[in-house]
C-alpha cells in the first residue's frame, strides 16, 4: 500500500515537472517570435526613409556646382609676379619670398613633375596652396605628401650623403683656421613641437615645455651644411638618449669612413671630433666648453669653443626660418609624415647652401682639395652595406670614442693650441 501511494505520488510529480518545461520553452518561442516581429516591423517603417533621405541629400551635394576659387587668376598671378621673362618683381625679391633663387626652385620644381604625374597637369588639376591659388585642405595635404617623398627620391643620395675625401679635408681646413684641428662640425638637438600627437603618447612624447615633441639631432658646419640628421625621438628623450640610438658613428664603428689624422700640441690623433655643449659625454670624439672658466687660457678656449659650437644652432635657426612648417607645432597624425617633412626640408635647405656657398664670407673653395686628375666629388672610400664587420674591430673602434682619457687629453691640447694661435691678439686688446 505504501509502495504503491509512493508511484503514485512519483508519477504525479514528474508529469507536472514536463508540463512546467513544455509551458516555459512555448513562452521562450513565443517572446521571440515577438521580437523578430518587432524588428521586421522597424526594418520595413522607419530604416527605408532614412535611407532615401540620406542618399536624396548626398545627391544634392555632388550636383551642387563647385565653388569657384579663382585658380586661373591666381595661377596667371603668380606667373606674372615671378615667372614670366619679365616678371613683376625681381630675382632679389623671388629669394627672398622662396628663400632660395630661381634657378634651384626651378631644378626642384622639374625633378619632382617628372618623377611623380600626380603633379603633371592635368584636367581639373590644381597649382600651389597660397595666396595665389586656392585648393582645399585635403589637397594640399595629399600635394605635401607628394611632394616631400619627390624630394627624397630624387634627392635624398646627394644630398643626405656622408662626407668624401675632399669634403672631410674641407672641414678639416676650416677647424684649423678656426682653431680646431681635427673638427668636423658641432653636434645638437632640436624639438619640434607634434600638435596632432594622439592622447595615448602624449607622456611618450612630452618635452620640457610640457608639449609633445619629436627630436631632430644634426651636424652641421661652418656653411651651415647639415652633414647628419636623425629624427623621430621622443621629446622626453634628452640628447644623450638620442646619441646612443643614433647611427651618428655608425660609418666609423664599422669602418667606413675616411681617415682623420691630425696633431694638436705634438700628440697625434687618429679620430675627428664634434663640439658639443655641456650634457655630451666625455668621449674622445667630443670636446666640450669649460665650465666657469678661471685661467686666462681656459676663458679663452670657451670663448672660441661656443663661438665655433653655434654652427649647429645657427643651422636649425635658418633651418626654421626658411620653412615655417617645421617652425610652428605640426599638425600631422602620422611620424612617418613628419619624417618625410623634415627630410625634404634639409635636403632643399642643402641645395640653398650649395647655391649660395660662393656668396658666404671666408668661403673655402673644394676645387682646392681635388687629388691630381681626381674629382672633388669622387669618393674613392668603398662603402658596402653587405659586409659583415669584424666584432673585434668594431669593440676596438667603440674603445677608441668612448676613451675618456683621451678626451681630457685632446682638450687640454685644445686648450694649449688656440691659447698660442689666438693668445696675442688677446693680449693686444687687453
Known sequence: MNSNSFNLSSTDSSSSSSNSDDEGRELRVQQRNEMCLMIQHVMHEYIPPIIQAATQQRRRKSTEPRKDRGREEGHARLYNDYFAEVPVYPSSLFRRRFRMRKHVFERLLNAVTQHDPWFQQRRDATDACDKYVRISEATSRLALQKFTEGVINQFGDQYLCRPNIAEIERLLRIGEERGFPGMIGSIDCMHW??????????????????????????????????????????????????????????????????????????????????????????????????????????????????????????????????????KKPSLAWDTDILHNIMLACIIIHNMIVEDERET???????????????????????????????????????????????????????????????GNNENLRN
Open 193 to 326: 613641437e607634434w600638435k596632432n600627437c594622439p592622447h595615448a603618447w602624449k607622456g611618450q612624447y612630452q618635452g620640457r615645455a610640457g608639449v609633445a615633441t619629436l627630436v631632430l639631432e644634426a651636424v652641421a658646419d661652418r656653411d651651415l651644411w647639415i652633414w647628419h640628421s636623425f629624427f623621430g625621438m621622443p621629446g622626453s628623450c634628452n640628447d644623450i638618449n638620442v646619441l646612443h640610438r643614433s647611427p651618428v658613428f655608425e660609418d666609423v664603428l664599422e669602418d667606413r669612413t675616411p681617415a682623420v689624422n691630425f696633431v694638436v700640441n705634438g700628440h697625434h690623433y687618429t679620430n675627428g671630433y664634434y663640439l658639443t655643449d655641456g650634457i655630451y659625454p666625455r668621449w674622445a670624439t667630443f670636446v666640450k666648453s669649460i665650465t666657469s672658466p678661471q685661467a686666462r687660457k681656459d676663458h679663452l678656449f670657451a670663448k672660441h669653443q661656443e663661438a665655433a659650437r653655434k654652427d649647429v644652432e645657427r643651422a636649425f635657426g635658418v633651418l626654421q626660418a626658411r620653412f615655417a612648417i617645421i
Open 360 to 422: 658666404y664670407q671666408n668661403n673655402v673653395n673644394t676645387n682646392e682639395f681635388m687629388n691630381a686628375g681626381g674629382n672633388a666629388n669622387e669618393d674613392t672610400t668603398e662603402y658596402r652595406t653587405d659586409r659583415i664587420v669584424d666584432i673585434g674591430l668594431y669593440l676596438t673602434r667603440r674603445t677608441e670614442i668612448e676613451d675618456q682619457q683621451t678626451h681630457l687629453q685632446l682638450k687640454n691640447d685644445l686648450v694649449a693650441h688656440i691659447w698660442n694661435k689666438f
